[in-house]
């Protein structure tokens, strides 16, 4: 069964920066597309960005454009997602999922699309 394990959250000061990893294990990601969602307490679970194993396509939801970055290390099995910028309002937990069917063009951000996921890391954006 294919397995993700997210890495890298923890507490930062806004205007901070954090990098998150998700690795994948007993599958490759030149086939999939590999999302990262959140969520906050009390809240729904939201899409935050996402990119193809091979086709070069990512995507990335209103809040957070220009702030995070999402890209992808095919030979260590690893996506990661790069944040900067980060504002309290970011705070969550953060999960990264797998897409195994995967839009021709690349990759979309609904949490229905997913069906294999990691255990979260959390983020916390306090002063």
């Known amino acids: 069964q294919l397995q993700l394990v997210e890495s890298g959250g923890g507490l930062v000061q806004p205007g901070g920066s954090l990098r998150l990893s998700c690795a994948a294990s007993?599958?490759?990601?030149?086939?999939?597309?590999i999302g990262w969602f959140r969520q906050a307490p009390g809240k729904e679970r939201e899409g935050v960005s996402c990119?193809?194993?091979?086709?070069?396509?990512?995507d990335y939801a209103n809040s957070v454009k220009g702030r995070f970055t999402i890209s992808r290390d095919n030979a260590k099995n690893t996506v990661y997602l790069q944040m900067n910028s980060l504002k309290p309002e970011d705070t969550a937990v953060y999960y990264c999922?797998?897409?195994?069917?995967?839009?021709?063009?690349?990759?979309?951000?609904?949490?229905?699309?997913?069906?294999?996921w990691g255990q979260g890391t959390q983020v916390t954006v306090s002063s």
């Open positions: 990119i193809h194993g091979t086709r070069g396509y990512s």
């Open positions: 999922a797998a897409d195994t069917s995967p839009p021709w063009y690349g990759c979309r951000t609904s949490l229905k699309d997913y069906n294999y």
């Open positions: 007993r599958f490759t990601l030149d086939y999939y597309a």
